[in-house]
């Protein structure tokens, strides 16, 4: 009994990616058991056979371990049953804990030194402080070696897991470029043309966007589910990060992005809830809600996890900029006596280009691993999204190389920036009052940052 | 007679006013906890809806409140047949004997209650980091201080039941009978204050039940989280599941409310008796 | 000469009262201690401590989050508190003066808000006040209330109010029962003799009533002061632990939890720690200094 209540308990699912069924409906997909492997695009067989045929002569497949693992959301559960066809001696326990409260739960462990998961996540928000906190092992020396693998990777996923010294400790399953993910019918409806190009056109910089967001204001319909949305957008167009040098910058284009967000919530662009509302999500469904900017996990969770009658009226386009943002790495703590099963695991999960199309096959993701991808963009496109190729479209993105500025002071630092916009939007307090406050709140969690 | 009439309406007005604020959230949570997450954020609701099940299910598919549940109740539990017995006797030795320091000591107990909680938890979670108490007697240990100013009232509370409830002849008479001085609590003190000390217990055990704080900083392992730490994840995890999470602070609650129904009459006339005696 | 052998039970005395002291000291006093030194020092929860002398408690000072977090909490509190002390002694009054149907039943009701969980209630005001479709502003909509839908958690007044109103709510049954047993430890023949002087209802409560239980008043305010000063549960839940909007109801102890386990300042959060527990001392001693004041001005 003990034993299911934990299981029950492992279950639970947090964190802002990991959504899927959240709204009024049923789970979608992600309950469906991952099926067998053999639906490997043939062109990708002989290069899997050989990263095989290497494996073989340095890992031993039949190693016995016990792992235990602590995620952030429900995905790496995912990975357990196709892993144990590879490994079945090695036992994987995941313990699924809210994003929010993870690293207070990770932080006494670390400290005290036991009971330390062998794996562990951390999200966009918060995995630069543990990646240079050295809690994780490097992943490029011993026993690892993995250098060469590393190649596969997107650089945003190996970049971000990179600590200042350069080396390379965490991984991600996932890869998280965004889009704006717009309804085709109510595009045509207004600007007259419905293909993502033509719309990306109206998006082109932010002052279009906003003119096109009062043409759809003209035809009662709302452009954006939330300012928050664009904040996720906006991010990219920064060149600088929120720190540098131990310095807070702020970005021109950020002190700019407070009157996108005042214009917007003045002239009522978006519903006025934060992200998450119950009314966000319920525009979906709704005929009045032009599009959501969002990344990867935006779409496969919120977006095509609550579209039933909307299903097939969805496009992918691009806004003002490319960008990129989110996403959950994982990483092996430096002193867990399990590293050689960790690492089975940790490459399985995050290397393995044929265990990840499989993935992605069933949840839809986009992965981090290029190989997986460019295949999978080769497929036919979503139903959602009326053809559309959803890695093709995200290959384009990433392409582009958008603007990577994650520091380890980010979770706060966009939580303070947030409060200060949406205080500015409202008329509570002026710009100049609106930054002010911002950098003392800044100041406040972070007080060894200089700030002028 | 009329204006006997007039101020019979004015309280019953009154009191049934209060009654109505008291309980207005109760059904309210009692409503949403029965209608679908759409209904909630669409619709006014002011009957039960069907949607029980439904939501009950959903609340189950991700957290166990159950073993939240119990993980409090033990604890609480544990806690309030501790904290009775002890500041039971902690209250007769300061009452019914006489020592060297006693009047220091004593402040010393009421002085203890101007440490807020808040004040040993840092040092507490620092402390507990070295020598390795995080996750493991914790569970069990932090009761017995987070809410430290329930136990000092309990002791302020039960000496003065003890000073108007049991006369020291009595105490005396006892002896010359040969009771030991433990056997005096136990036997003749104890059965004395009870009304006092369920009282007192109940009040501890709410204290136990609610508190927060503690667990929420000393408890890592999700198997150990105790209710109010499952509910404030609640709303992380159930995000725009309205139904579940209404449903998951109905049960929260409804225990609570169970029980009180059984004992509502015994814990107020404890105190009233533990008074007048 | 003086020791009165067969007297002397002294041994059993402090036997008695050493659970308290062991319990004390190790898990309020020894704990308290380490806060303090904590509270001199840098530690972010994984490197080791940095001893950083008085750095902390500079910041402390010049914070004006701090003195934020003090406002809200003081205010926060009293617009709780005297309402709540005053329902109480309204309720109490009636019902040791007028023989009213049912009063087990009321007081039962009464305090019945006071057994649940504070998170639990935190919770589900944010889910009855939060958005335009929440259930209070459907219902303020089907009553037609002008300026329906409310952004209720946009109004920092409104937050600010409602954490008060919830503490009123979930805390004047419990003041009641507090207030009622004050009362019926006063000997009954003191009503008598008023009577018999022709003191009318009123006269009585004000005259002997409210004298007699002063003690009960200082204690019910002393504790509720504590508690008060402690508040976290209700506007952390309610918040999401932001204490948002403009942080009006961040409060001191929802402050020393961001900072520490938020924010990893450890050290920092000791010395807001350090800093609530000065600011307890001085609010308990000033409240019992006046009341005795009161008091000895009355007799």
Known sequence: MRKKLVSLLLTSVVCLNVLAGCGSKPAPEEKKTPEASSEIPEENTADTQENEGTEINTIDTNMTAELNIWSSGEELQRFVEGFNKIYPNITVNITVIPNKEFLSKLTPVLSGGQDVPDIFTGESDYVKYLVNAGVWDDLTQEPYHATEKLNDIWDYVKNVGTDDSGAVRALSWQTTPGSVIYRRDLAEKVLGVSEPEEVSAYLSDYNKMLETAAAFKENDITMFGSWEDVMLMALSDRQQAWVVDGKLVIDAKMETFLDIVKEIYEKKYDLNVSQWDPEWIAGVESDNVFCYVLPTWGYSFMVKANAVNTMGKWGLCEGPNPYINGGTWLGIYKDSPNKEAAWAFMEYVTLNSEALQEYASIYGEYVGCKSADDALAQDQGEENLAGQNLYEFYNQVMAKNPNVTITEYDGQINTAYKNAAKAYATGKITKEEAITQFKEDVATAYPDLTIE | ?277 | MKKKSINDRSGYGYLFILPFFIAFIFLGLYPAVFTFSLSVQKWDGLAPEKFIKLANFERLLSDKVFYLSIRNTLRIWLISFIPQILTALLLAAVFTTYRVKGMGIFRAIFYLPNLLTAASVGLLFHLLFNGNKSVANNILQALHVSGAPFEFFNDPVFTSNLTSYIQWWMWFGYTMILVMSGITTIDKNLFDAARIDGADRGQTFRKITLPLIRPTIVYITITSIIGGMQLFDVPATMSDGTGEPDKAILTISMYLYNQGFKNHNYGYAAAISVGLFAIICVMSFASLKAMKKGGNKDD
Request: include cysteine; aromatic fraction near 14%.
């Open chain 2, 1 to 277: 007679m009329i204006k006997k009439g007039i101020k019979n309406f004015v309280i019953y007005g009154l009191l049934l006013l209060l009654v109505a604020i008291t309980l207005v959230p109760f059904y309210l949570i009692t409503v949403n906890a029965t209608h679908s997450s759409f209904d909630i954020v669409t619709q006014l609701n002011l009957l039960p809806g069907k949607y029980l099940i439904e939501n009950y299910r959903k609340l189950q598919e991700y957290v166990n409140i159950w073993s939240g549940f119990f993980n409090s109740l033990l604890i609480a539990v544990v806690f309030m047949i501790v904290s009775g017995y002890l500041g039971a006797l902690v209250a007769f030795g300061f009452e019914k004997y006489q020592f060297k320091g006693k009047r220091i000591l004593y402040m010393i107990v009421l002085a203890s209650m101007m440490i807020p909680s808040q004040v040993s938890i840092i040092g507490f979670y620092r402390l507990g980091l070295k020598i390795g108490l995080v996750n493991k007697l914790t569970t069990f240990m932090f009761p017995f201080f987070a809410p430290g100013v329930s136990s000092v009232s309990t002791i302020f509370f039960l000496r003065g039941m003890i000073s108007q409830g049991i006369s020291t002849s009595l105490l005396e008479a006892a002896r010359m009978e040969g009771c030991s001085e433990f056997r005096i609590f136990n036997r003749i003190v104890l059965p004395c204050i009870m009304p006092g000390i369920a009282t007192m217990c109940i009040f501890n055990f709410v204290n136990s039940w609610n508190n927060y704080i503690g667990p929420l900083i000393m408890i890592t392992d999700t198997k150990k989280y105790t209710m109010p730490i499952l509910i404030s994840l609640v709303k992380g995890i159930y995000l725009t599941n309205y139904g579940a999470m209404y449903l998951a602070v109905g049960i929260s609650i409804l225990v609570v409310v169970i029980i009180y129904l059984f004992c509502s009459k015994y814990i107020i006339d404890g105190l009233t008796m533990g008074a007048e005696k």
